[in-house]
């Protein structure tokens, strides 16, 4: 059968920066919690997460792109079926980033696109700091969404 990542070129595992990194390193990296996430926050029970992969997300391994190291999702609440026409596509959402600015963007758009879904007043119930180690009362909501 062959090597399925014989035609992957180029290292397996990245850093924040977007510098290869060993799988040692890697390891590390990923059991820190701080390093790992990037943002995350909650709107009535939705989650919105951005996260450092430290793998390329870029299911095209032939593409002459710089690696998807970083991964924003949307969860709904563990006690939400999901039936609404509105609300569905929320829970499918996930979209990867090459650097940590364009996913930290990404992270605010996904944010902003659940307040939209939720409604305008929902700004109002977003909670978690908006990068790891800040406060809710350092992030400009109204500007965010």
């Known amino acids: 059968m062959g090597d ?3 035609f992957a070129r180029g290292p397996l595992f990245w850093d ?9 390193d890697f390891a590390r990296k990923h ?7 990037v943002a995350q926050h909650w709107v009535r029970g939705w ?8 793998l390329n997300g870029n ?10 190291i970083f991964e924003t999702m949307i969860f709904p609440p563990p006690d939400v079926t999901i039936s ?21 963007a990404g992270h605010d758009r996904a944010l902003a696109w659940v307040v939209e879904k939720l409604g305008p007043e ?3 119930d977003i909670t ?16 965010l969404c």
């Open 84 to 104: 609404s026409d509105h609300l569905d596509d929320l829970d499918d959402y996930r979209d990867r980033h090459a650097t940590e600015e364009a996913a930290q």
């Open 122 to 124: 929902s700004v109002a």
């Open 128 to 143: 978690g700091p908006l990068v790891p180690g800040t406060s809710d009362d350092t992030a400009d909501w109204d500007q």
């Open 59 to 68: 299911l095209n391994l032939l593409a002459k792109v710089p690696p998807l």
């Open 31 to 37: 059991e820190d919690l701080d390093y790992h996430f």
């Open 4 to 6: 399925p990542f014989r």
């Open 16 to 24: 924040r920066q977007g510098r290869p990194i060993d799988v040692m």
């Open 47 to 54: 989650q919105v997460s951005t996260i450092w992969l430290g």
